[in-house]
Nanobody
Framework: QVQLVESGGGLVQAGGSLRLSCAAS????????MGWFRQAPGKEREFVAA????????RYADSVKGRFTISRDNAKNTVYLQMNSLKPEDTAVYYC???????????????WGQGTQVTVSS
């Protein structure tokens, strides 16, 4: 069982940066692949980024490649999403997710956080 709590959302101007954090409970955090999704108003939830348990593999949605970076600190049970060059279209609720492997975490994660709002003003 993994419980996830996101933080770090807020209001930022276009071109600015934010770093989201996701703190996980449970001794098995380091064995899970972790990911970030987002959901904008009126739209479906979409995949943003994922990282394997060993940090050897990362994956990004085309819309955020080169701007967002996912990382994790297994000693702190925390995964991060560094978001640079933010655009108004990045405005959404961002959710942390956990899955047993990269395929699962990028498609049907078994665990979700409650979400944190990111708003990018133009």
């Amino acid at each position: 069982q993994v419980q996830l709590v996101e933080s770090g959302g807020g209001l930022v101007q276009a071109g600015g940066s934010l770093r989201l954090s996701c703190a996980a409970s449970g001794r098995t955090f380091s064995t899970y692949a972790m990911g970030w999704f987002r959901q904008a108003p009126g739209k479906e939830r979409e995949f943003v980024a994922a990282i394997s348990w060993s940090r050897s593999s990362t994956r990004y949605a085309d819309s955020v490649k080169g701007r967002f970076t996912i990382s994790r600190d297994n000693a702190k049970n925390t995964v991060y999403l560094q978001m640079n060059s933010l655009k108004p279209e990045d405005t959404a609720v961002y959710y942390c997710a956990a899955g047993h492997n990269m395929l699962v975490v990028t498609t049907t994660p078994g665990y979700w956080g409650q979400g944190t709002q990111v708003t990018v003003s133009s």
